[in-house]
Nanobody, 123 residues
Framework: QVQLQESGPGLVKPSETLSLTCAVS??????????WSWIRQPPGKGLEWMGA???????YYNPSLKSRTSLSRDTSKNQFSLLLSSVTPEDTAVYYC???????????????RGQGTQVTVSS
């Protein structure tokens, strides 16, 4: 059973860079079985896919966020991370890391998801 756990600061100031990490257990992020994504849900809105990283380290990004988003991974710790730069209050959301089986669309389908972490952008 794949399990994911997000960690990072709950409060970020405007114009700063948000940094979150996802610890994965039950599967290796270097195996071919899954894509690993970050998704978020702003207050009162639906889920928004932000980006994904594959077993080989390749990345895909939501075009609307691509200029501010970077995904990376630490294979020694079986973790992957999100950087979101130049944040504004509109980036306030619950952020989730998620896993998508290899043959599914990682932009819309997530078989496993962490519990989420609230991030508030405020001065």
């Amino acid at each position: 059973q794949v399990q994911l756990q997000e960690s990072g600061p709950g409060l970020v100031k405007p114009s700063e860079t948000l940094s979150l990490t996802c610890a994965v257990s039950g599967a290796s992020i270097t195996r071919t079985s899954y894509w690993w994504s970050w998704i978020r849900q702003p207050p009162g809105k639906g889920l928004e896919w932000m980006g994904a990283i594959g077993h080989g380290g390749g990345t895909y990004y939501n075009p609307s966020l691509k200029s501010r988003t970077s995904l990376s991974r630490d294979t020694s710790k079986n973790q992957f991370s999100l950087l979101l730069s130049s944040v504004t209050p509109e980036d306030t959301a619950v952020y989730y890391c998620a896993a998508t089986p290899n043959l599914s669309d990682f932009r819309t389908t997530w078989s496993n998801r962490g519990q989420g972490t609230q991030v508030t952008v405020s001065s």
